[in-house]
């Protein structure tokens, strides 16, 4: 991302006064020192950005951080990699992770509060502002980031009109522009196109403004914008491989592997071609062609790695468990470098994690620590591994590693929350929890938990909290109503509970758990038998033992005494310890 310091720099495509032109000049000071291979890196890293080159310096720059974790302009440049290629999670946890080493960093400050205001994070925002504002308050990126403050503060007026300054001294500011089109919202796509007049080869502006374009259903104009980009830099891997996953999630899965074979035939060693077409022919359910796809790189490309870690993924895929762990076994021996020699002890580690074979997995950790004892990564399969051992302070001891360094390793805070429960610490477990959802206010997974941790002791507030929210991400997961129709239920809301379970099953009548709740109510409440028969005979036609228990109890409640002791005996050869279905037996059979 091009981000506009206050200092002037003219770069070689005349983009005009670069903020991050300012920022390598910055990074650049002081390299010379005792950490000569690391500098290395990072001279390189240098070199690739300059050229556009982001994918490449990206893995340059990792080298560097992992010989010197303490090093902050690495991962502030890093951070500013993941941005240019649109990574937007692993670009705000390096970009974050710099500020932590060297909070001087106003720049990196700057760009965090565009993050946190796109992430609606007030407080942990204005934190990162003040900061930055008492570094210098009057520089650029201090005016940039007031701007953020006062958008925060909903004092929209004096956002926009500091922005519009900003902008008319500096017209190529892409930050301005950025920060002016989020403020915006439903007219920001007409800030970016603004921009783009001013910053023509702006990679960053093209790509929110394709972003705001797919969100609001253009379709057509998004994918002019990617031929755009995609003309004025043909040699970046990384947006061809973004242009050809558009086409896929446009539904234009034959376009995408067309695509992806021209340029597999332009540029035949690019393994990551070959890989996004073997996944599109798995999206296709063709899995010989993409087997064939992987075998001919591993044919004939020099580097074959990530096509031999592509097809052991997918025979791990397939079950053929043996054959995925030859693959990574030799990836791991004929790895040329610490980082992928651990991607594949990484993978080694997973596959015996998913047989049970704990110690196996753990032995391939420990070999991968000798070479990469940072590896945060394996911290968090360790953290697993000790789960699995019901060893909790072992595994909290590894996952809040992780939780610190890479929240975008998301199951990390709910495996942490796992470990504190098994370790008798409910309320830290909780805490997790809640920060996970504080980092992403999507993760489900977190959120359910938290969601059954409330039921389980009966704070029906904040569980009914957490299901409204998740029935809005995703209205499509039914799971989600039926648990706010049982939290009503169990807080004796029948008339609620019923009235969910109704606007379920007027949309998906063939949902079992509705279904089978729905006349389970109307069977106690003795109302129109007949249509909770009906519903529990549809409810039990797999053979569930809630369902036939429910089918037996309303066939009871009918006066129907053979067929409730009928069904209520099948439910209990399927489920002999259920309570509910003991209670019912005892009472038909009395």
């Given at each position: 991302?091009?981000?506009?310091?206050?200092?002037?720099?003219?770069?070689?495509?005349?983009?005009?006064?670069?903020?991050?032109?300012?920022l390598?000049?910055?990074?650049?000071?002081?390299?010379?020192?005792?950490?000569?291979?690391?500098?290395?890196?990072?001279?390189?890293?240098?070199?690739?950005?300059?050229?556009?080159?982001?994918?490449?310096?990206?893995?340059?720059?990792?080298?560097?951080?992992?010989?010197?974790?303490?090093?902050?302009?690495?991962?502030?440049l890093?951070?500013?990699?993941?941005?240019?290629?649109?990574?937007?999670?692993?670009?705000y946890?390096?970009?974050n992770?710099?500020?932590?080493?060297?909070?001087?960093?106003?720049t990196?400050?700057?760009?965090?509060?565009?993050?946190?205001?796109?992430?609606?994070?007030?407080?942990?925002?204005?934190?990162?502002?003040?900061?930055?504002?008492?570094?210098?308050?009057?520089?650029?990126?201090?005016?940039?980031?007031?701007?953020?403050?006062?958008?925060?503060?909903?004092?929209?007026?004096?956002a926009?009109?500091?922005?519009?300054?900003?902008?008319?001294?500096n017209?190529?500011?892409?930050?301005?522009?950025?920060?002016?089109?989020?403020?915006?919202?439903?007219?920001?796509?007409?800030?970016?196109?603004?921009?783009?007049?001013?910053?023509?080869?702006?990679?960053?502006?093209?790509?929110?403004?394709?972003?705001t374009?797919?969100?609001?259903?253009?379709?057509?104009?998004?994918?002019?914008?990617?031929?755009?980009?995609?003309?004025?830099?043909?040699?970046?891997?990384?947006?061809?491989?973004?242009?050809?996953?558009?086409?896929r999630?446009?539904?234009?899965?034959?376009?995408?592997?067309?695509?992806?074979?021209?340029?597999?035939?332009?540029?035949?060693?690019?393994a990551?071609?070959?890989?996004?077409?073997?996944?599109?022919?798995?999206?296709?359910?063709?899995?010989?062609?993409?087997?064939?796809?992987?075998?001919?790189?591993?044919?004939?490309?020099?580097?074959?790695?990530?096509?031999?870690?592509?097809?052991?993924?997918?025979?791990?895929?397939?079950?053929?468990?043996?054959?995925?762990?030859?693959?990574?076994?030799?990836?791991?021996?004929?790895?040329?470098?610490?980082?992928?020699?651990?991607?594949?002890?990484?993978?080694?580690?997973?596959?015996?994690?998913?047989q049970?074979?704990?110690?196996?997995?753990?032995a391939?950790?420990?070999?991968?620590?000798?070479?990469d004892?940072?590896n945060?990564q394996a911290?968090?399969?360790?953290?697993?591994?000790?789960?699995?051992?019901?060893?909790?302070?072992?595994?909290?001891?590894?996952?809040?590693?992780?939780?610190?360094?890479?929240p975008?390793?998301?199951?990390?805070?709910?495996a942490?929350?796992?470990?504190?429960?098994?370790?008798?610490?409910?309320?830290?477990?909780?805490?997790?929890?809640?920060?996970?959802?504080?980092?992403d206010?999507?993760?489900?997974?977190?959120?359910?938990n938290?969601?059954?941790?409330?039921i389980?002791?009966?704070?029906?507030?904040?569980?009914?909290?957490h299901?409204?929210?998740?029935?809005?991400?995703?209205?499509?997961?039914?799971?989600?109503?039926?648990?706010?129709?049982?939290?009503?239920?169990?807080?004796g809301?029948?008339?609620?509970?019923?009235?969910?379970?109704?606007?379920?099953i007027?949309r998906?009548?063939?949902?079992?758990?509705?279904?089978?709740?729905?006349?389970?109510?109307?069977?106690?409440?003795?109302?129109?038998?007949?249509?909770?028969r009906?519903?529990?005979?549809?409810?039990?036609?797999?053979?569930?033992?809630?369902?036939?228990?429910?089918?037996?109890?309303?066939?009871?409640?009918?006066?129907?005494?053979?067929?409730?002791?009928?069904?209520?005996?099948?439910?209990?050869?399927?489920?002999?310890d259920?309570?509910?279905?003991?209670?019912?037996?005892?009472?038909?059979?009395?």
């Open positions: 991302m091009n981000i506009r310091f206050g200092e002037v720099r003219k770069r070689r495509h005349g983009e005009g006064i670069c903020l991050l032109a300012l390598i000049i910055f990074l650049v000071i002081g390299c010379a020192g005792p950490e000569d291979k690391r500098d290395q890196f990072y001279s390189q890293a240098l070199d690739y950005f300059e050229q556009g080159r982001f994918q490449e310096a990206s893995l340059e720059l990792r080298n560097a951080v992992k010989i010197d974790s303490q090093f902050a302009k690495g991962y502030a890093l951070g500013q990699c993941y941005m240019q290629m649109a990574e937007w999670r692993q670009a946890a390096n970009l992770r710099a500020v932590e080493l060297d909070p001087s960093l106003t990196v400050q700057a760009i965090l509060g565009l993050f946190l205001l796109r992430a609606n994070q007030m407080d942990e925002a204005e934190n990162k502002v003040q900061k930055a504002l008492e570094q210098d308050p009057d520089n650029i990126d201090a005016r940039l980031l007031q701007a953020v403050l006062h958008a925060m503060r909903e004092e929209t007026g004096k926009e009109a500091g922005l519009e300054d900003i902008i008319a001294e017209p190529q500011s892409e930050t301005a522009y950025l920060l002016l089109a989020q403020i915006r919202e439903g007219s920001g796509w007409m800030v970016l196109r603004q921009g783009l007049q001013e910053v023509p080869q702006s990679r960053i502006l093209r790509m929110r403004l394709i972003e374009l797919i969100a609001n259903g253009q379709i057509d104009e998004a994918e002019e914008h990617f031929k755009v980009l995609l003309e004025q830099f043909p040699q970046a891997p990384e947006l061809h491989l973004k242009y050809i996953e558009f086409l999630q446009a539904g234009r899965v034959r376009d995408a592997i067309q695509v992806a074979e021209q340029l597999i035939a332009r540029q035949p060693q690019i990551s071609y070959r890989l996004r077409l073997a996944g599109f022919y798995l999206d296709l359910q063709e899995t010989e062609q993409a087997k064939a796809v992987l075998e001919k790189g591993i044919e004939i490309l020099e580097d074959p790695f990530q096509l031999q870690i592509g097809l052991g993924d997918l025979k791990k895929r397939q079950g053929e468990l043996q054959i995925a762990e030859h693959l990574y076994r030799e990836a791991a021996e004929q790895g040329k470098t610490p980082d992928r020699r651990s991607e594949a002890r990484l993978r080694l580690a997973q596959l015996f994690l998913v049970n074979k704990l110690d196996r997995a753990a391939e950790i420990e070999v991968l620590r000798q070479e004892p940072g945060i911290s968090a399969i360790m953290g697993l591994i000790y789960l699995r051992q019901n060893m909790p302070e072992d595994a909290i001891t590894e996952l809040r590693q992780v939780v610190k360094e890479r975008d390793l998301r199951y990390s805070f709910t942490l929350a796992q470990a504190h429960f098994q370790n008798q610490e409910p309320l830290n477990a909780v805490e997790v929890l809640k920060q996970a959802i504080d980092y206010p999507d993760y489900a997974l977190a959120r359910e938290l969601a059954n941790y409330f389980g002791h009966q704070k029906w507030d904040q569980a009914e909290e299901l409204k929210i998740l029935i809005e991400q995703q209205p499509e997961k039914l799971e989600y109503q039926v648990a706010l129709g049982d939290s009503y239920l169990r807080q809301g029948i008339d609620q509970a019923m009235e969910i379970y109704e606007q379920i007027d998906h009548p063939d949902f079992m758990p509705a279904a089978n709740n729905l006349a389970y109510i109307m069977a106690e409440k003795g109302e129109d038998l007949e249509r909770a009906k519903l529990a005979e549809k409810a039990a036609e797999n053979g569930d033992a809630h369902a036939l228990d429910t089918l037996g109890w309303v066939h009871y409640k009918q006066g129907n005494t053979e067929l409730a002791l009928k069904y209520l005996l099948e439910a209990k050869e399927k489920a002999a259920n309570e509910s279905i003991t209670k019912h037996l005892k009472a038909v059979r009395q």
